[in-house]
């Protein structure tokens, strides 16, 4: 099993800045993804940005050029630095883990959440 808890949410004003932090834990494998994803209330989750074990990122959108993802292996850890916060970036945020080793297909692991609010 893997443990992820994320840290880091909180309240912030339009333009503002935040670090988001999942710390993973557990039976952790070296092949991985690890991504955000988030949900607003009344919409569906939706996946934000990735990394992987080799440092390849991908974001949605509409988070490109504000949103950043890395990840330090050494510490099992994944952040996303968000700047230029929109009152549309409000959401629950989700740290998720992919993981697999050369003989076993990916299993997926999901933290439980860090809320965001961003407004004046």
């Known amino acids: 099993q893997v443990q992820l808890v994320e840290s880091g949410g909180g309240l912030v004003q339009p333009g503002g800045s935040l670090r988001l932090s999942c710390a993973a834990s557990?039976?952790?494998?070296?092949?991985?993804?690890m991504s955000w994803y988030r949900q607003a209330p009344g919409k569906q989750r939706e996946w934000v940005a990735t990394?992987?074990?080799?440092?390849?990122?991908n974001y949605i959108d509409s988070v490109k050029g504000r949103f950043t993802i890395s990840r330090d292996n050494a510490k099992n850890m994944v952040y996303l630095q968000m700047n230029s916060l929109k009152p549309e970036d409000t959401a629950l945020y989700y740290c998720?883990?992919?993981?697999?080793?050369?003989?076993?297909?990916?299993?997926?692991?999901w933290g439980q959440g860090t809320q965001v609010t961003v407004s004046s």
């Open positions: 990394v992987t074990n080799s440092g390849s990122t």
């Open positions: 557990g039976n952790i494998f070296s092949i991985y993804r």
């Open positions: 998720n883990r992919q993981q697999r080793t050369p003989l076993t297909d990916w299993r997926d692991y």
